[in-house]
Each structure stands twice: as C-alpha cells, then as structure tokens.
C-alpha cells in the first residue's frame, strides 16, 4: 500500500498490485443487505443452482467493481484523486472463487498529472472476469 | 424484425423521481465492511468508498414490490421484450468525495436504449445517467449504467 506516490519516479506499464478476494456467503450478504438486493442469486443456493442453473451463489458484480476502486485508492495513497473510473462485469464468479485485483499505468501527463489506469479482476483460471479503467491524479 | 417499437424508444429521455439521502458515518461503515476495505478513513466511516453511492442510492422496495427471484422492476425502464439482464458496467466521473454528514440529491435519466445481435440472439442494451449533487447544487459524480438484456 503506497503512501506517497510521486509522479516523477512513475513510468507507463508499472504495474499495480493488488489484492485476493474470497468472497464467502458472510461477505455477499452483508454487501446485498447494504445495497438493499433481493436477488435470490446471491443467498439462495437452490434457487440459484436449479431455478437459475448457475454453479452456485453469484457474487454480485458491483462488488467486484468496488474491488477494482480498493486496487486504485489503495495504490494511490493519500494525495491522490480519484477522477473517472469505469468497469464492466464480463463473466460471473461465484462464491468460494478466489479473485485477484490489479492494473498497470498506462498513460501518465506530467504536466496535469493524470494518469490513466488499468485494471482488472481475474480468477483462478486466469480470465478476466471484470476489466476497468481509472484516470487518477497527483499533485505535482 | 425489430424488437424495440417506437412506444420503446419513446422512453428515451425519462427522467426519475429526485432521491434525496444522507450518508451516514454507520452506512459508510457498514458499506466498507461488507466490502472488504482496508483503508482506515473508509472503515472509520469518515470518506465513502468510490462506489458507496451505489448502495445509497439503490431503491428501497417494499416486500411485495419484488419479483419472485427477489428482484425489483426498475420503473424507469420500460417493460422490454428482453427480461434476461446480464450483468453491465459503470462509468462514473468524480467531482468531489462523499463524507459522513453529506446530503445528497441524485437524478436519473434513461439516456438510451438500442438492439444488437449477439452470439445466441438478440440483445437490448440501455444506458442510465445517474447525477449526484450535494443539496447545495455542486456536482458530486456523474454515473452511466450500462445494461443489457438477452
């Protein structure tokens, strides 16, 4: 976890390590009671597995992409600003997954000092199951 | 044949009810919990997370207002011939951070809807734009859904 980024010993392609998620059936409730979704996907294996012919409970798709926003601001340190961010839920993951964050800088103005990200989540078998963007900027 | 008919399409444009909500220091912490932050300011609940917006402004639905499979009907979107939704993505634009204490005003506005052929069959797409100010009027975010349905 960075503290202090400084643009000037930044260089396009750096990478962005990130994190690992287990999201287990604590976790996915208590992200859906927050967000108020009923979704029987999400806590409901028998509706999930037999009505709906997943593999089993669905982890839900904004909190992946809330992963992709932890991967930035915990990169980004305390300096940083977070400017656009943008993700999309390619493939469904599913609870007892193990799911990977992290990005690489891909763009970097020195002059505004904006960079563009980016970032994705993959799985244990290595697709990426959401991919995301983020300009950020650092004080120059 | 097309699946979208003009009275579809006619809904282009329609704009939600103003929501206005207050985001507090328990919700933020809750929101970062369940989230698995690890940043102390989030856990504290004293900044948002980047995406706690979401949760904040989710609809809150009576009971009886679900669907069976527990989901409700967004009432902003029209009755489409496609019910299937596969998971989309959002594009957010940030102005300026949500701290516990804010009051917040958010808007939405069905922006577009259009067809594409897929893979297996057609597919219906819709955009939502999501503005949130502060109840002042400054810009906090500005939030494209995207959907689709199959």
């Known amino acids: 976890m960075s503290k202090s980024l400084r643009i000037s010993e930044l260089a396009v392609g750096e990478p962005i390590l990130g994190r690992q998620y287990a999201c287990d059936n604590v976790q996915l409730m208590l992200y859906n009671a927050s967000l108020w979704n009923g979704h029987r996907i999400h806590y409901d294996q028998p509706y999930a597995t037999e009505v709906e012919s997943y593999p089993g409970l669905v982890v839900a798709g904004p909190l992946i992409g809330d992963w992709l926003t932890q991967c930035v601001m915990e990169w980004l340190g305390a300096e940083g600003e977070l400017l656009r961010f943008t993700y999309s839920n390619r493939i469904a993951s599913y609870v007892g997954e193990t799911l990977t964050s992290s990005g690489r800088i891909i763009s970097i103005d020195r002059d505004s000092g904006d960079l563009e990200l980016e970032l994705r989540v993959h799985n244990q078998n290595d697709e990426v199951v959401v991919p995301g963007t983020a300009r950020v900027r650092l004080s120059i | ?150």
Do not use: C
Not at chain 2, 21 to 42: C, H, N, P
């Open chain 2, 1 to 150: 044949m097309a699946l979208l008919t003009p009275e579809h399409l006619s809904h282009i444009g329609d704009l939600g009810p103003q929501k206005q909500e207050i985001a507090t220091r328990r919700d933020i912490r809750k929101y970062a919990v369940a989230t698995g932050q690890a940043l102390t300011k989030y856990l504290d609940g004293d900044v948002a997370p980047p995406l706690y917006h979401v949760t904040l402004f989710w609809e809150v639905v009576e009971l009886n207002r679900l669907s069976p499979d527990g989901v409700y009907m967004d009432t902003l979107i029209p009755i489409l011939p496609l019910d299937r939704a596969m998971a989309g993505g959002l594009d957010i634009e940030y102005f300026q951070v949500i701290r516990a204490g804010d009051e917040l005003v958010a808007q939405r506005q069905l922006t577009a809807l259009y067809e594409k052929p897929g893979r297996s069959g057609p597919l219906i797409f819709y955009e939502v734009i999501m503005e949130v100010n502060t109840a002042a009027g400054e810009p906090v975010l500005r939030e494209k859904t995207t959907r689709i349905l199959r």
